[in-house]
């Protein structure tokens, strides 16, 4: 193995480099690979221009003379009185921004209740229950589908609430991301989300003293809270709710392709497609919302945790994909800004993991006066994240942090 020292400037399509760090440093899922595509490189170059990499030159496409470059060629950006029939590049509308963050705190304000009603009338009028769970993705899903470029997530800050309708909810929207990025269509967008918004609904056959109990659980309470899924299963099978696929999904989520799960140990393809989906968004969620603390866990490490701890327990290639649609630095996360500025992340997209939207922390103001940022106009980058333990008490009220993260659709 011949490994080169290079600058990020050096770099080109075709390299095989080494990035120093952890992997929680980078959107990649390894520290070492080639540079497939001018998507890579880019994401590459807004990592660190300072930094240096080793390119390992066997393994590369290209020779070791194109590491003699001290830079890249510059590109020409066409400046505005280059023609004067050119219109200015479109600048961040923090106007719009706000406007689309109102909407989705509203339509996921909405979605709250319409779950509650809907699995409240399951009892009394199951039909009309579930045809209202239904519709709460079936329009979602053509959204989802029809909606041309990326498709990022806003944050939903949580004050109080039925901590399983706003768990289901969040599997239910991740997972239906997933599926559009699968390339479903848009009935089986409805499909999955429909898997996420049921998958939990056995836990409403356990006391809410266990489900919603702060701290560890007894080892009776955790056997008690793992007949969940079959409870969940009987009872849609009772109902004859919903088509076959979609009820496995609420027995089925728990198990891990390792065999590794429960309550019945299933392995690899003796798992359905959508529970794996549906797995992964639950686990996902599940790790950002500790039982023991009164806070979200910190996004960006649960994305890092996620990732090394589903070795062999989860598709990996959905891993990727779910990583991707969060970012590294998912909605929520707390960072600190290359100026020595804290923020708090509000909205992501995939096509730019490391220049999220964010709300900077000023002191003194209060946070409905001070501009929202999006940090792909913006000469600062992410320098690192925090923890809600790096912040004074001024810091953690500016921020509003909640009990629960949720997320919507950044349409």
Not at 93 to 119: G, H, P, T
Not at 157 to 184: C, F, K, T, W
Not at 287 to 306: D, E, I, M, T
Not at 329 to 340: F, I, K, M, N
């Amino acid at each position: 193995m011949a490994l080169v020292q290079a600058s990020i400037e050096q770099l080109r399509v075709g390299h095989y480099v080494h990035l120093p760090g952890g992997w929680h440093n980078h959107p990649f899922l390894f520290n070492a690979f080639k540079i497939k595509d001018e998507e890579q490189l880019n994401i590459i170059r807004h990592l660190d221009t300072t930094l240096l990499v080793m390119v390992d030159v066997d393994k590369s496409d290209l020779p070791l003379a194109t590491l003699i470059e001290t830079e890249r060629e510059p590109t020409h950006v066409p400046q505005h009185d280059d023609n004067p029939f050119t219109s200015p590049l479109p600048l961040f509308d923090e106007k719009a921004f706000r406007r689309s963050m109102r909407v989705a705190e509203k339509a996921f304000s909405q979605s709250v209740s319409d779950l509650r009603n809907a699995l409240g009338a399951l009892n009394l009028k199951p039909d009309e229950g579930l045809a209202n769970t239904a519709q709460i993705v079936r329009s979602t899903a053509v959204q989802i589908a029809n909606h041309e470029g990326p498709l990022g997530l806003h944050l939903i800050r949580i004050h109080q609430g039925d901590p399983l309708l706003h768990h289901s909810l969040n599997v239910a929207y991740l997972a239906m991301l997933m599926g559009r990025e699968l390339g479903m269509a848009p009935m089986d967008i409805e499909a999955v989300g429909l898997a996420g918004l049921i998958h939990d609904i056995g836990e409403l056959r356990i006391p809410t003293q266990i489900t919603q109990k702060r701290g560890e659980l007894s080892k009776a309470e955790i056997n008690f809270l793992r007949m969940h899924p079959q409870y969940g299963f009987d009872m849609l099978n009772q109902l004859d709710a919903f088509e076959p696929k979609i009820r496995l999904v609420a027995l089925q989520h728990h198990e891990r392709l390792d065999g590794s799960g429960y309550p019945k140990g299933l392995k690899g393809d003796e798992i359905s497609p959508l529970a794996r989906i549906i797995g992964l968004t639950d686990h996902y969620d599940e790790l950002l919302h500790p039982r023991a603390s009164g806070l979200p866990a910190p996004p960006n490490l649960v994305v890092a945790q996620l990732y090394k701890l589903s070795a062999g327990r989860f598709d990996p290639h959905h891993v990727k994909l779910l990583i991707k649609l969060l970012g590294i630095y998912p909605p929520g996360s707390l960072v600190q800004l290359s100026d020595e500025s804290l923020a708090l992340v509000l909205s992501t997209e995939p096509s730019n993991t490391l220049k999220p939207k964010i709300l900077p922390f000023i002191k003194g103001q209060k946070p409905e006066g001070v501009s929202m940022v999006d940090l792909k106009e913006d000469e600062r980058s992410i320098l690192r994240a925090l923890s809600p333990d790096d912040l004074d008490d001024a810091q953690r009220q500016f921020f509003n942090l909640t009990r629960r993260f949720s997320y919507y659709f950044a349409f």
